[in-house]
């Protein structure tokens, strides 16, 4: 049987050199011989006879020759190639198929029946946890690539391995003993170089929309116009902080009046001795309360919708440029819509010109209750005085009769 082996050595070596395509730049001799001594290596550890011993390696010298013929299914055309080359050597039957089972054990996807079958699966996948994996997987993408006649792209192939390393488990004890904490170490280079792959993407993404955004920008009209909305939007701005903090101020005074009424006035109008106040009171809480109802209308903010679609962008329907009108957008689906916006100039000053007229809509309605408000405080004073000056006049008038 030693004497078979060594036959069935010789064989495959001169059979891969003549008819193995130089494509084939993995699934190759070295490749063959490579799983043959993890056999060996495997089966020392093992409590197996020779017969056991000979036959594993009888497969793993034949398990690969199927490529010679084909890609996929290459397996059983090895089972032939393994079979006519066994019978010229009068092996008997049952032999043959020992070796032919162990040979179809390699297909992907299968499940080792046996412990035969374990080994063999364990020894054709030890490039997992080799040091040399990622020699290996550069062999094994450059021959898929000149096999299937496409480019493998860098990202595709990590991600392809990271999964094959994942759910790949060894099928024997020793061989999950040797070699498992190595091929951890293969799989966590993987996913480090997963991620630095898409570190590397992303900073393109970045230098590519500073690209965009440099070219639109040399793209945009003169100067003096970018001063012109620059200037307008400030003095919007700071239009719009005057009004607020005028509001404020108002809220603020018309709280304390409402507040000192509260502890100073009212608690004195259940003595029938102060029913002259009760009215000019009432008129000077009515008057504060519709000042603060005023200042708070003249600082609340609208609620806005928040979402744009593509369609709109496309359209030049939204202005970008108003926090209402993507603060509920993702960050990804905005970066593209102010990238489409940045392209177009005739957009880009449009929404200027938007943001420009919205903002003086909203100026204007705040300065209108403004005025509205300081009116109302204006004349509640003013009522107000003259109803206590009556209230106290006639009651010291009833107080003389």
């Known amino acids: 049987m030693e004497t078979l082996v060594v036959e069935a050595e010789k064989f495959v070596i001169s059979y891969l050199n003549e008819n193995l395509d130089s494509k084939f730049v993995y699934h190759n001799l070295p490749h063959t011989q490579r799983v043959v001594r993890k056999v060996q ?13 000979n036959v594993l390696e009888i497969a793993a010298w034949f398990h690969d020759t199927g490529f010679t013929k084909t890609i996929e299914g290459h397996e059983k055309e090895s089972v032939t190639i393994a079979s ?4 010229t050597k009068d092996v008997d039957e049952k032999t043959i198929d020992m070796i032919t089972n162990i040979i179809l054990a390699t297909q992907m996807g299968y499940e080792p029946k046996t412990k035969l079958e374990g080994i063999i699966k364990d020894a054709d996948c030890a490039h997992v946890s080799s040091k040399k994996y990622d020699d290996y997987a550069v062999l ?13 792209g860098k990202t595709d192939w990590v991600k392809d391995n990271i999964s094959f390393l994942t759910q790949h488990a060894f099928y024997t004890d020793i061989a999950a003993r040797k070699w498992e904490k190595r091929k951890g170490k293969n799989l966590a280079n993987l996913l480090q170089s997963q991620n630095k792959i898409k570190e590397n993407t992303e900073k393109l993404k970045q230098k590519k929309a500073e690209l965009n955004f440099k070219k639109a920008k040399m793209d945009l009209p003169e100067r003096g116009i970018e001063t012109m909305f620059r200037v307008a939007l400030k ?18 005074v018309n709280a304390i009046i409402f507040s000192l009424v509260l502890s100073n006035l009212v608690s004195k109008l259940d003595n029938p001795s102060n029913d002259y106040l009760i009215w000019p009171t009432v008129i000077f809480t009515i008057f504060t309360v519709t000042s603060i109802i005023l200042s708070v209308l003249a600082t609340r903010p609208n609620v806005t919708q928040g979402k744009f679609t593509k369609e709109d962008v496309a359209n ?39 943001d420009l007229y919205f903002l003086g809509l ?3 309605s705040k300065y209108n209750l403004l005025r509205v408000t300081y009116t109302v405080f204006m004349i509640g ?12 006049q006639l009651s010291g008038g009833n107080t003389a009769i």
């Open 316 to 354: 030049k329907k939204v202005n970008l440029l108003f926090f209402g009108n993507f603060h509920k957008m993702k960050l990804d689906e905005f970066e593209w819509a102010m990238s489409e916006m940045m392209q177009d100039r005739d957009y880009l000053y449009s929404s200027l010109t938007k």
């Open 235 to 252: 003095n919007h701005i700071t239009l719009s902080d005057i009004a607020d903090t005028k509001a404020n101020i108002l809220l603020s």
């Open 362 to 364: 909203v100026l204007n």
């Open 140 to 152: 094994l993408k450059k021959e898929r690539e000149l096999t299937l006649k496409k480019v493998i």
């Open 381 to 392: 004073i003013i009522i107000s005085v003259i109803a206590f000056a009556v209230a106290f």
């Open 41 to 53: 290596e495997l089966t020392k550890t093992h409590e197996l006879n020779d017969i056991e011993k």
């Open 84 to 87: 006519e080359f066994l019978k």
